[in-house]
Nanobody, 123 residues
Framework: VQLQASGGGLVQAGGSLRLSCAAS????????MGWSRQAAGKEREFVAV?????????YYADSVKGRFTISRDNDKNMVYLQMDSLKPEDTAVYYC????????????????WGQGTLVTVSS
């Protein structure tokens, strides 16, 4: 599976951005998909994950719960991260991830990582 993230950019605090991650390869629906982020000088942290298949069960880090929404389109092999009410502390490089075991995405050991996309939130 190859992952290509896009949609990062510069936004003011309180604004919104939507990240996209395109996945290549077969059996996209059999993979849980997720996002993590890494701010400058800090360790990578988990952001959100969506269960494999079409059920749409999701799980979020406390820091983004209620502001970010992860979704997937299995027909298009895409996963999205809608980010609302952005804060300066959301500034980071965001990475998408894929694994057939959801927990591995949460603990940052997925089978596949995409390249990052930079999100900068100005105050």
């Amino acid at each position: 599976v190859q992952l290509q993230a896009s949609g990062g950019g510069l936004v003011q605090a309180g604004g919104s951005l939507r990240l996209s991650c395109a996945a290549s390869g077969r059996s996209f629906g059999s993979y849980a998909m997720g996002w993590s982020r890494q701010a400058a000088g800090k360790e990578r942290e988990f952001v959100a994950v969506i269960k494999r298949g079409g059920g749409g069960s999701t799980y979020y880090a406390d820091s983004v719960k209620g502001r970010f929404t992860i979704s997937r389109d299995n027909d298009k092999n895409m996963v999205y991260l809608q980010m609302d009410s952005l804060k300066p502390e959301d500034t980071a490089v965001y990475y998408c991830a894929a694994d057939q075991v959801q927990h591995r995405i949460v603990v940052l050991t997925p089978e596949y990582w995409g390249q990052g996309t930079l999100v900068t939130v100005s105050s």
